[in-house]
């Protein structure tokens, strides 16, 4: 493991002096690469509420992106980004009212091999088949009392596999605590937390929303969290305006070694592990007034600091059917 991890590292290092951007983003045919996939928020908000939901969705107000603002986004982004993936992501995606509009602009885009959703699956059973058949790859993530048991996950294997669609089912019975609504002042702590921080840095977890390129899903809901206008979440991201030096300002964001301004509220990778509970909405923000500090999963950041190939908040997959292929892009 430590072997892993200092050779990531070693690998890191070596793009980073060689300009390009930091862990497993790469370059081909002039265009970035993330590792996995490209990120879309199609609904902020969640039929459940996780006590530490990483989007913050129990907080936030109701709000989806249109077919055209997303066909505007990801077709300035195609020229210079592909991704294996386009992952549907919310809140709850399947909460979205025009589901199949935006999957369909998104995938007319090209900007990714195929569409992946993710998903809690506890709306699965209605989605339409008109639906399904837009997509290529659903995970769903699995939590306790939502009814995605046993029965549940086998009929949604028969309905992926008739549909021909990939599906896994990952199971999460702890959560790492994402947001400190107080966060920091320690300009240490804050910088280490970023550089650590996989999502970021490895990962290459970027979003691609209402006109503008984040590192992380964090850095788009941290003024929610800390009561800031969603707006501000802009200064921690590029605009896609599709200008000519759109590219080099998204490559030069992607290679700074500065903290997010968001990082000063957020745990990255090195949130405290909290067994995953429902909580009432109203009690969602009580449950990140604690300070950065006393959040901090310090063991597991020293780990991490010291090269181990730690790969925390993973989950484990209870359940997949074997569909090895993602269609191409129309
Ligand atoms: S299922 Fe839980 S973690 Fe996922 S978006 Fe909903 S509230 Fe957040
Ligand atoms: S806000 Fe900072 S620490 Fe949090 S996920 Fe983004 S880059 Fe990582």
Known sequence: MRLRGWIDRMRGAFQE?????????????GRIEPPWSCELIA?????????HCNQASPIRRKGYPDAATVTRDFSRMAPIYHARYAKIVGGEPLLHPEFARVVEALRATGIADGILLLTNGMLLPRLPDASWKLLDR????????TGVDADFIARMLDKATAMDVEIRFV???DFRVSFSR???????????????CKMARVWGCHIIHDGHFHKCV??????????APPESARLDAVPIDGGPDMRGRILDFLR????????????GVVGRVEPHRLVARADWLAEHDAPTEALVDFEALERLEAGEDLSPG????????RIERARAVA
């Not at 609904?43 to 006590?51: F, R």
């Open 17 to 29: 002096a060689a300009g390009m951007p930091p862990g497993l983003v790469r370059f081909r045919d």
């Open 43 to 51: 609904a902020y908000q969640c039929n459940i509420s996780c006590s």
């Open 138 to 145: 659903i995970e769903v993530s699995v939590y306790p009392e």
């Open 171 to 173: 199971a999460f019975d």
């Open 182 to 196: 107080p966060g920091t002042d320690d300009e240490n702590l804050i910088r280490r937390i970023y550089l650590t």
């Open 218 to 227: 964090q850095s788009v809901h941290v003024p929610t969290v800390i009561g």
């Open 256 to 267: 700074s070694r500065q903290p997010l301004r968001a990082c000063r509220h957020c745990l």
């Open 314 to 321: 993973q989950g484990r997959t209870v359940a997949e059917n």
